[in-house]
């Protein structure tokens, strides 16, 4: 069964570049939100393997995309892809149940990695 992928950035460039990063013969299942609260709501409706979060969004910010994400499903597996690599962000998508924090621009062998690391925590 493939995987669903869930990206979520108010950039249509940022989503291009984020999926072109992705190994293309996982068979993974793309879907993409333009802001947070279209993020949860597909969020919700698809229930994604894995969820690529960006933070600085108009109508709800990623942070409070995570929120409501978490707060609607605790397993969630969350990787936040931002340029606001400040040590204040990173803390509190932490604590608020993000897996990990990638900083942009992205390389293909960090986004492997990070895949690998969060289906990993999941399957052990």
């Known amino acids: 069964m493939s995987k669903k992928i869930l990206i979520v950035d108010d950039s249509p460039i940022a989503r291009k570049m984020l ?3 992705i190994p293309k013969d996982q068979g993974y ?3 993409e939100a333009c802001d947070g609260k ?3 709501e597909k969020y919700q409706e698809l229930k994604p393997d894995l969820t690529f ?3 600085t969004m108009p109508v709800m910010t990623g ?3 995570i929120d ?3 707060k609607h499903d605790n397993n969630a597996l969350i ?3 931002t340029a606001d690599v ?3 962000a990173i803390k509190r998508v932490m604590e608020s149940g993000a897996f990990m924090v990638l900083k942009k621009p992205l390389k293909k062998e960090e986004i492997a990695t990070a895949m690998s690391k969060a289906f990993e925590s999941r399957s052990g």
């Open 19 to 21: 999926k072109s990063c």
């Open 68 to 70: 409501a994400i978490v």
């Open 86 to 88: 400040q040590m204040t």
């Open 63 to 65: 942070y409070e995309s």
């Open 79 to 81: 990787i936040v892809v």
């Open 53 to 55: 979060m960006d933070l």
């Open 29 to 31: 299942e793309f879907h």
């Open 38 to 40: 279209d993020g949860y």
